[in-house]
């Protein structure tokens, strides 16, 4: 996630909107889909229930008034009768409907697979419908069944041979597996099938939209967002980072940052604002401070240098460049050490006083010999102070001449 963390903000940002709201919209037209896909399955079998109840209902009612009229028409029979009616029912619907029976007496009943397992299924225990989903051939296909139970009317035709009116029995022989059922007995079941992948074909359009639909509402909130979240959050940072790489390049602490509001955003301007200002005004003091301590050692009669804990020379003056031999611009970053000729044991002194905070010379005045970078010597008193500034101990020598150079007063 280090290449995460490099991104700029507004990048992140925008990542992280953009995978949040693509999760959000996925899972929702996913979400739709399957909703959809399960309302139209829940369609189909109420339409195939309701087919097969009214299949059902004929046949009884059929069965229930009929004795041997289909003697003369063969078409008055309860099962001819229901399957012209269910025939016309579905006509120009995608439902197929059938009434099987795994003790057939007309081989257009007879079972196929599926159907034989669930009426085998029927057949051990009294169970309602069943349905299911299958896939045929890669084909989709919803498969509806509702068992059909011998009530007395039934056995009328499906009982035994010798009940049996004379147009059954010239048909089916007596050892014909369609006789001897019993009161309550499985006959067979009324199955439906339709097809699924018409009706999915719908859901299919209607997802398109969805997704056409969701895809511009989304896309509306993201830019929303990000218009707003980049007004109010972005742009003021973005700006802060800014100013403050600025100040840091040109070492200038006179830009400020405009205040958009009251909230944490324009707190942290504000606060910068103040910071900014007080620098400028320490900066202020501190030039002007120096530039008044460098023309107050100017006006000394010695030579007065400031160096560092390290024997850096920071500041000297005039009587100081004279007494070193060297100009300014080559006496400054030199050490001091190095033109005392005992300049070891000076830097054990400032050692000493760095680890006590007392003692090693600082504070007295004590007689050395100076070599200028000619190799001249001259014989001076050296007082020594200290100061702190920014945590640094910073060292100030006055080198009193012990004789007065020629042409000079003392
Ligand atoms: C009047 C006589 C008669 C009555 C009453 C009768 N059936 Fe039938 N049933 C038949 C005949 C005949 C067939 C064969 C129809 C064909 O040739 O398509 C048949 C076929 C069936 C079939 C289709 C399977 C097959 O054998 O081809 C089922 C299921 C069925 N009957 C159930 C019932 C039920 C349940 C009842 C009572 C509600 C009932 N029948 C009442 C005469 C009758």
């Known amino acids: 996630m280090v290449w995460f963390n490099n991104l700029k903000l507004t990048t992140k940002f925008n990542i992280i909107i953009a995978v949040v709201l693509l999760a959000l919209f996925v899972s929702a037209a996913l979400f739709n889909y399957h909703r959809q896909q399960s309302l139209i399955i829940k369609g189909a079998v109420d339409n195939a229930r309701i087919i097969a109840q009214q299949i059902i209902e004929t046949r009884d009612y059929m069965s229930s008034v009929i004795h041997d009229e289909p003697e003369r028409n063969y078409a008055l029979v309860p099962q001819v009768v229901a399957t ?54 890669g084909r989709q296909e919803l498969r509806y069944l509702l068992p059909m139970v011998a009530e007395k009317s039934c056995l009328e035709c499906h009982g035994t041979f010798a009940a049996a009116p004379l147009f059954v029995q010239r048909r089916f022989p007596p050892s014909h597996y369609s006789y001897n059922y019993k009161l309550g007995e499985v006959i067979g079941a009324v199955s439906v099938s339709v097809p699924m992948a018409k009706l999915y074909q719908e859901i299919g359009l209607n997802l398109k939209i969805d997704l056409l639909y969701r895809g511009v509402m989304f896309l509306t909130v993201i830019i929303i967002l990000s218009i707003l979240i980049h007004r109010t959050i972005l742009n003021p940072v973005t700006a802060i980072a800014e100013t403050m790489t600025e100040v840091a390049k040109t070492g200038s602490f006179a830009r400020r940052i405009p205040r958009t509001g009251d909230d944490e955003i324009g707190q942290l301007s504000s606060v910068f604002n103040d910071m900014m200002e007080e620098l400028q005004r320490k900066t202020l003091q501190r030039l002007e401070s120096e530039d008044r301590y460098r023309n107050f050692i100017e006006m000394a009669q010695s030579p007065v240098i400031t160096f560092l804990e390290d024997g850096k020379i920071v500041i000297a003056n005039q009587r100081a460049e004279k007494l070193f031999g060297l100009a300014r611009d080559e006496l400054l970053g030199e050490t001091i050490f190095s033109f005392l000729d005992d300049g070891a044991a000076v830097q054990h002194g400032i050692a000493i006083y760095l680890r006590d905070g007392k003692g090693g010379g600082v504070g007295a005045t004590t007689r050395h010999r100076v070599r200028d970078v000619g190799g001249k010597m001259t014989e001076v008193d050296l007082a020594l102070s200290a100061s702190k500034a920014d945590h640094q101990a910073m060292f100030t020598a006055i080198l009193r001449l012990t004789t007065p150079p020629q042409g000079e007063s003392s």
Do not use: H, M, W
């Not at 197929?96 to 225990?125: G, H, I, M």
């Open 84 to 137: 012209q009616v269910a025939r016309r029912i579905t006509r120009g619907s995608p439902f197929y409907v059938r009434q099987v029976s795994l003790r057939y007496r007309n081989p257009e009943n007879r079972p196929d697979n599926y159907e034989t397992v669930q009426l085998e299924k029927f057949a051990k225990k009294s169970v309602g419908e069943e349905f299911r989903v299958v896939s045929i051939a």
